[in-house]
């Protein structure tokens, strides 16, 4: 398949929970690309056709939404729900832009567990499932 398809192959890896399987996934074919030069996504494996196409992107939503696990539940993020699957990665990082601010997460895994730190933007909830813990966080920042 092509790269756009490939995000749809990528969102059902992770629903089905085979996270290192799409980590894999991303870390051969988007990797093919970065040992290519490549410093946008191309719409095809090769380089016959467009070397720029967002439609090519599918790690851009996949990294943030399931291996950090930040998902809007309500608009605009005003809840959103907290899910991290670091699947084989040692730890993970980012900011998920939202409009009451930026999401920050530093994550560190060993396995099946994970710890770190989320910082919830002011105007926001975060429903949590970390290390199979439901909590609900309020503004601030939390350690997991």
């Known amino acids: 398949g092509s790269p756009f398809w490939s995000f749809y192959a990528l969102q059902a890896l992770m629903e089905d929970g085979r996270v290192n399987a799409a980590l894999n996934y991303m870390r051969i074919a988007w990797g093919l690309m970065l040992a290519n030069g490549a410093t946008t996504c191309w719409e095809m494996w090769d380089r016959r ?3 720029c196409h967002g439609w090519s992107a ?3 939503m996949i990294l943030p939404a399931y291996v950090l696990g930040v998902r809007p539940l309500k608009p605009g993020f005003r809840e959103f729900t907290f899910a991290p699957q670091l699947g084989d990665l040692k730890c993970a990082q980012g900011r998920v832009p939202t409009p009451h601010g930026p999401i920050t ?3 560190e895994g060993n396995g099946a567990q ?3 730190s989320i910082s919830v933007p002011t105007g926001t909830t975060a429903r949590t499932i970390v290390n199979g813990v439901k909590r609900r966080f309020a503004p601030g920042v939390h350690d997991i």
Request: glycine letters at 16%.
């Open 114 to 116: 994970v710890c770190g």
């Open 58 to 60: 599918g790690p851009a």
């Open 105 to 107: 997460i530093e994550l």
């Open 49 to 51: 056709t467009s070397q």
